[in-house]
């Protein structure tokens, strides 16, 4: 047998139907209504069903109605005959304005049939149709009392069965509810409900201070509080938003049965954990490092501050604002509000040593978390003085380039030396041609060795340093050679001319100095001196010139032989150093021819006469 009892033939307004498990359902045109459903046209709703004999059922406004299973036995021709006015025509009646108390037909048995009427003629407050092919109970609600105050009731008797029945009122009590923050809240808003006639279900909810309603089963969410789903059962569950305490905008529900009550939730609070990150930093070498540790951390309860701290390998903790100092690493200080100032010792990289800090909130409960920094290297920069030195002719000097010369970094060390357009590496000698030989070591030190008898300035040297860190500085040598009087001789002369036969010859002959060209300065006879290529003469003796180049004459006087004075010349280099030698001339005698003329004198007689025969 067919479990279904009517279907949905029309359809005025919002019309529902309630199975017997509870569930609600919108009733649209077409429906089929089942053993045990229930049909609520609400307040402004009407529905006109087919039965499964074939027949209508209008149902008005305000109007339940349930459909059992169809009994075989049941005769509906008698239904027919007796039928009341229906339903439709009713409404129809009222949409046009007439009181079907005094315009619509009497009933069949008249207004008796069921007790005592009014004064105003029969009316009917409710309807009962009892019919074998299924009970059906439409009660409609349009007021059609007549002036007398008291209602009949009429029996319609289709088939066999006659039954009565009356709606008690459902009766629902508001819910509560607490909940700890963070938590979900669940509970069921029928559980303290109870209707006697009808199974409950909750057919929409609405949340204070937000638009519209929400039907059964949909998630209502409160912005700022949580979400709230309430099933047609009446379970629901509410979920606050993270951290939410305090009240829950109160919650209003409508049962099946048209009834509204409300379900107050509070959330309490509860005190979060604190939330810490542990904070990192880097930094370049000999920059200090600013930060603040409470910056990433977390309390949505309470205002954090930091009150101690202590630092790995450091005896003993700080509190917070006191000033920490790290051996050979750096200085460290942490106020309580978080923030922090670490300054590297000079030249300080690596790793600084953990810093644990302990932070507390407003309930006094503390938590730790870590501070860890680490200092980069930077190229340090660093001088290397360029060295000026100065030797002695034909003396080697030695020094190094890198006295007084250090760098953070690592020990420095020479690369290489340019002389000229050429670079040599460390440790090589370089040949300067006509002026010496250089060395520098990777150590810096160096030997330069001037060529023999050379002064003067050495070409420039250019060297390159290094620390190690790759960052090198080029620096420069300058040598200078300071001549020096070489000493240098000068041989005595000794010349022997004959008698009245002038010489010549240079003094200077096989002389040779390696500072320069040698000249004669001046030369000296007897007590006097004389420029050179001035004359000089000796009194019975002769003349002597002596020039700058050495080159002399002496010219004998007139048969004068014999030794001439010694003569004595200064002679130069140019450089300062003067050397004095001796020009020794002798003049060899020769036979000189001569004639004795013949003397003739005369004398008186006896007169002696004298005379030379010379």
Same mark, same amino acid.
């Given at each position: 047998?067919?479990?279904?009892?009517?279907?949905?033939?029309?359809?005025?307004?919002? *019309?529902?139907?309630?199975?017997?498990?509870?569930?609600?359902?919108? =009733?649209?045109?077409?429906?089929?209504?089942?053993?045990?459903?229930?049909?609520?046209?609400?307040?402004?709703?009407?529905?006109?069903?087919?039965?499964?004999?074939?027949?209508?059922?209008?149902?008005?406004?305000?109007?339940?109605?349930?459909?059992?299973?169809?009994?075989?036995?049941?005769?509906?021709?008698?239904?027919?005959?007796?039928?009341?006015?229906?339903?439709?025509?009713? /409404?129809?009646?009222?949409?046009?304005?007439?009181?079907?108390?005094?315009?619509?037909?009497?009933?069949?048995?008249?207004?008796?049939?069921?007790?005592?009427?009014?004064?105003?003629? $029969?009316?009917?407050?409710?309807?009962?149709?009892?019919?074998?092919?299924?009970?059906?109970?439409?009660?409609?609600?349009?007021?059609? #009392?007549?002036?007398?105050?008291?209602?009949?009731?009429?029996?319609?008797?289709?088939?066999?069965?006659?039954?009565?029945?009356?709606?008690?009122?459902?009766? =629902?009590?508001?819910?509560?509810?607490?909940?700890?923050?963070?938590?979900?809240?669940?509970?069921?808003?029928?559980?303290?409900?109870?209707?006697?006639?009808?199974?409950?279900?909750?057919?929409?909810?609405?949340?204070?201070?937000?638009?519209?309603?929400?039907?059964?089963?949909?998630?209502?969410?409160?912005?700022? &509080?949580?979400?709230?789903?309430?099933?047609?059962?009446?379970? +629901?569950?509410?979920?606050?938003?993270?951290? +939410?305490?305090?009240?829950?905008? /109160?919650?209003?529900?409508?049962?099946?049965?048209?009834?509204?009550?409300?379900?107050?939730?509070? *959330?309490?609070?509860?005190?979060?954990?604190?939330?810490?990150?542990?904070?990192?930093?880097?930094?370049?070498?000999?920059?200090?490092?600013?930060?603040?540790? =409470?910056?990433?951390? @977390?309390?949505?309860?309470?205002?954090?501050?930091?009150?101690?701290?202590?630092?790995?390998?450091?005896?003993?903790?700080?509190?917070?604002?006191?000033?920490?100092?790290?051996?050979?690493?750096?200085?460290?200080?942490?106020?309580?509000?978080?923030?922090?100032?670490?300054?590297?010792?000079?030249?300080?990289?690596?790793?600084?040593?953990?810093?644990?800090?302990?932070?507390?909130?407003?309930?006094?409960?503390?938590?730790? @978390?870590?501070?860890?920094?680490?200092?980069?290297? *930077?190229?340090?920069?660093?001088?290397?003085?360029?060295?000026?030195?100065?030797?002695?002719?034909?003396?080697?000097?030695?020094?190094?380039?890198?006295?007084?010369?250090?760098?953070?970094?690592?020990?420095?060390?020479?690369?290489?030396?340019?002389?000229?357009?050429?670079? +040599?590496?460390? $440790?090589?000698?370089?040949?300067?041609?006509?002026?010496?030989?250089?060395?520098?070591?990777?150590?810096?030190?160096?030997?330069?060795?001037?060529?023999?008898?050379?002064?003067?300035?050495?070409?420039?040297?250019?060297?390159?340093?290094?620390?190690?860190?790759?960052?090198?500085?080029?620096?420069?040598? #300058?040598?200078?050679?300071?001549?020096?009087?070489?000493?240098?001789?000068?041989?005595?002369?000794?010349?022997?001319?004959?008698?009245?036969? =002038?010489?010549?010859?240079?003094?200077?002959?096989?002389?040779?100095?390696?500072?320069?060209?040698?000249?004669? *300065?001046?030369?000296?006879?007897?007590?006097?001196?004389?420029?050179?290529?001035?004359?000089?003469?000796?009194?019975?003796?002769?003349?002597? &010139?002596?020039?700058?180049?050495?080159?002399?004459?002496?010219?004998?006087?007139? #048969?004068?032989?014999?030794?001439?004075?010694?003569?004595?010349?200064?002679?130069?280099?140019?450089?300062?150093?003067?050397?004095?030698?001796?020009? #020794?001339?002798?003049?060899?005698?020769?036979?000189?021819?001569?004639?004795?003329?013949?003397?003739?004198?005369?004398?008186?007689?006896?007169?002696?006469?004298?005379?030379?025969?010379?």
């Amino acid at each position: 047998m067919s479990s279904v009892v009517a279907i949905v033939k029309s359809i005025v307004g919002q *019309v529902f139907a309630v199975s017997p498990e509870g569930i609600r359902r919108v =009733l649209v045109e077409g429906d089929r209504l089942f053993v045990g459903d229930q049909v609520d046209t609400g307040a402004a709703g009407a529905v006109t069903l087919e039965l499964a004999d074939g027949r209508t059922l209008d149902l008005g406004r305000d109007t339940q109605w349930s459909g059992s299973a169809p009994d075989s036995s049941a005769d509906l021709a008698q239904a027919t005959e007796q039928a009341a006015p229906s339903v439709k025509e009713l /409404q129809q009646a009222i949409v046009a304005g007439a009181d079907p108390t005094t315009d619509l037909e009497a009933t069949a048995a008249g207004p008796t049939a069921a007790g005592t009427g009014g004064a105003a003629g $029969g009316g009917h407050s409710f309807v009962m149709l009892d019919a074998t092919a299924g009970r059906v109970d439409p009660t409609i609600g349009f007021p059609t #009392n007549g002036p007398d105050s008291t209602a009949t009731t009429t029996t319609l008797n289709i088939g066999n069965q006659n039954t009565t029945a009356t709606n008690a009122p459902g009766v =629902l009590t508001a819910d509560t509810g607490t909940q700890a923050e963070d938590s979900v809240a669940t509970g069921n808003v029928l559980n303290n409900d109870s209707d006697a006639d009808t199974p409950l279900s909750v057919a929409s909810f609405t949340v204070a201070g937000m638009a519209g309603s929400f039907t059964a089963g949909q998630t209502a969410t409160i912005v700022g &509080v949580g979400s709230l789903t309430i099933g047609t059962n009446g379970d +629901y569950s509410f979920t606050p938003d993270a951290n +939410y305490n305090g009240a829950v905008p /109160q919650v209003s529900y409508t049962t099946n049965t048209g009834l509204t009550s409300t379900l107050d939730l509070t *959330v309490t609070a509860v005190d979060d954990p604190s939330v810490l990150t542990a904070d990192t930093q880097t930094i370049a070498e000999d920059t200090p490092a600013i930060g603040n540790v =409470l910056s990433n951390d @977390s309390d949505i309860d309470n205002v954090l501050s930091v009150s101690t701290f202590s630092i790995a390998g450091v005896n003993g903790t700080f509190t917070a604002g006191q000033t920490a100092t790290i051996a050979n690493v750096g200085t460290l200080v942490i106020a309580a509000d978080g923030a922090y100032t670490f300054t590297p010792a000079a030249n300080y990289n690596g790793t600084v040593p953990t810093v644990s800090y302990t932070v507390i909130d407003g309930s006094g409960s503390g938590v730790t @978390s870590t501070l860890n920094i680490d200092v980069t290297p *930077v190229d340090d920069s660093f001088i290397d003085v360029s060295e000026t030195v100065t030797t002695s002719e034909d003396a080697p000097v030695s020094g190094s380039v890198l006295a007084g010369t250090s760098s953070v970094d690592g020990a420095v060390s020479v690369v290489n030396f340019t002389v000229g357009e050429t670079t +040599y590496a460390a $440790g090589s000698t370089a040949t300067i041609a006509n002026v010496g030989t250089l060395v520098i070591g990777a150590n810096g030190a160096y030997t330069f060795t001037p060529a023999a008898n050379y002064n003067g300035a050495v070409p420039t040297v250019s060297y390159t340093v290094t620390d190690g860190s790759g960052s090198d500085v080029t620096s420069t040598l #300058n040598i200078s050679v300071t001549p020096v009087d070489d000493s240098f001789t000068d041989a005595s002369e000794t010349v022997t001319t004959s008698e009245d036969a =002038l010489v010549t010859g240079s003094v200077l002959t096989g002389t040779s100095s390696v500072d320069g060209a040698v000249s004669v *300065v001046n030369f000296t006879v007897g007590e006097t001196t004389y420029a050179a290529g001035s004359t000089a003469t000796i009194a019975n003796v002769g003349t002597l &010139v002596i020039g700058a180049n050495g080159a002399y004459t002496f010219t004998p006087a007139a #048969n004068y032989n014999g030794a001439v004075p010694t003569v004595s010349y200064t002679v130069t280099d140019g450089s300062g150093s003067d050397v004095t030698s001796t020009l #020794n001339i002798s003049v060899t005698p020769v036979d000189d021819s001569f004639t004795d003329i013949s003397e003739t004198v005369t004398t008186s007689e006896d007169a002696p006469v004298n005379g030379s025969v010379l």
